[in-house]
């Protein structure tokens, strides 16, 4: 997908998000939320569902929670506007109780485009039901800070899942904020390992001449391209 594309496809969701009633929280909803953030991103935030403050303005992550995630993301040097932000219900569930099944079911085709949209190289899970989508079968406690590989029918064409705590509950808990700000500080290393893990398949799976594929120099694969810079290493774009 081009960027052009790539933009074209998100708006085309966001306008679908706005207009759905595929389930009961468009009743009760202000304004839906699709997301937003940087339609060229490599990195892909995901939330639980809107609050309050999220439905007044339909935008994600701009109350409280928003403003730890966006400390999270200044202690690596990044901002809201260098990723992606969403949630996995795009409507607010009424007085902030948890998304149900059939809610979370009825909503997912969105965030399954987006992501297939962005074909980010990082997918950051916020709290248990983003964890759940992308990361199956483990518990927070646990799996936090750490990696998987992306179910490819979550959306992911090749992502790594990097899973974190909710920003709300850390700011309810001073000792899970505090791993918070350590989860988050392996995030530039998670991008830079999934990039290169990335470009080697790319450049396996590139046809050649002979019919054999860069697979078969295992240059590709053992020396990688040393980076430039620690710049270039922990930079975004
Ligand atoms: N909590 C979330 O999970 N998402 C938001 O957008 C805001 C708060
Ligand atoms: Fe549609 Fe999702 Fe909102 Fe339900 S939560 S009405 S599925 S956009």
Redesign the pocket.
Known sequence: MTGAERRAALEDIAAEVRACTRCRLHETRTRA?PGEGDHDTEVLFV?????M??DREGR????R??GLLERLLASIGWQRDDVF?T??VKCRPPGNRDPEPDEIAACAPYLQRQTAALDPSVVVT??RF?MATFMPGVRITQAHGTTRPADPETGALDATVFAMY???YALRNPTVERESFEDVASVPEVLLASRERRRVARHARRPTPTGKTDDDHPTSTTHPAAPTSDADQLSLF
């Open positions: 939320v939330g639980e569902g809107p609050g403050n999220e994600p992550f701009v109350g929670a928003g932000i949630n996995v916020l709290g983003s909710h920003p709300a």
